[in-house]
T-cell receptor, first 113, second 114 residues
Framework: AQSVTQPDIHITVSEGASLELRCNYS??????LFWYVQSPGQGLQLLLK??????LVQGIKGFEAEFKRSQSSFNLRKPSVHWSDAAEYFC???????????FGKGTTLSVSS | DTAVSQTPKYLVTQMGNDKSIKCEQN?????MYWYKQDSKKFLKIMFS???????INETVPNRFSPKSPDKAHLNLHINSLELGDSAVYFC?????????????FGPGTRLTVT
């Protein structure tokens, strides 16, 4: 079955500390992988995507993610977290264009001062 | 220069009513989607259209009916609203012709059924 697992429901990090959000997927075909961020009361904003090629991808707002096929993982990282990064983060997997994205249940990021 | 827009942003209505949510994208994309986000923030696909043709129709009550008058618009009509329909509904679009599947989301419509 196709699925996305985000093992951490809620993470709190100090401002300026590094961040890693975990994502594991189960998908039969070659996956397209995404990270989205949702600020309170807002829509989903695409942070970054992986289709093929270099397994380390850079996104907006200083985020990066690394695709590891052997571990079926696509973890999101940021070297130094800002208070404005507090939000809900969703990992998603999909196939070719036109198909639905399958989302994880999300990780809530809180940033402490 | 809004990319994907939805109206209304908030919708409060009573059980049994019929309501519609509208979605428009100005990105020139071919494919549009409706997702439902429940109270636990879980997102799940409901429908998708490509060039006005329905291509995904998940297990959704037939009280929900999508309509795509053209490839830039995808509306969602809901009949006989129930308490369980309360959720945030997101419209999204993707450029199918490019072969990738990055989807761009609207701001969402928070539906509350009382």
């Amino acid at each position: 079955a196709q699925s996305v697992t985000q093992p951490d429901i809620h993470i709190t990090v100090s401002e300026g500390a590094s961040l890693e959000l975990r994502c594991n997927y189960s998908y039969g075909a070659t996956p397209y992988l995404f990270w989205y961020v949702q600020s309170p009361g807002q829509g989903l904003q695409l942070l970054l995507k992986y289709f093929s090629g270099d397994t380390l991808v850079q996104g907006i707002k200083g985020f990066e993610a690394e695709f590891k096929r052997s571990q079926s993982s696509f973890n999101l990282r940021k070297p130094s977290v800002h208070w404005s990064d507090a939000a809900e983060y969703f990992c998603a997997v999909g196939a070719q264009a036109g198909t639905a994205l399958i989302f994880g249940k999300g990780t809530t990021l809180s940033v402490s001062s | 220069d809004t990319a994907v827009s939805q109206t209304p942003k908030y919708l409060v209505t009573q059980m049994g009513n019929d309501k519609s949510i509208k979605c428009e994208q100005n990105l020139g994309h071919d494919t549009m989607y409706w997702y439902k986000q429940d109270s636990k923030k879980f997102l799940k696909i409901m429908f998708s259209y490509n060039n006005k043709e329905l291509i995904i129709n998940e297990t959704v009550p037939n009280r929900f009916s999508p309509k795509s008058p053209d490839k830039a618009h995808l509306n969602l009509h809901i009949n006989s609203l129930e308490l369980g329909d309360s959720a945030v509904y997101f419209c999204a679009s993707s450029p199918r012709a490019q072969g990738t599947n990055e989807q761009y989301f609207g701001p969402g419509t928070r539906l509350t059924v009382t």
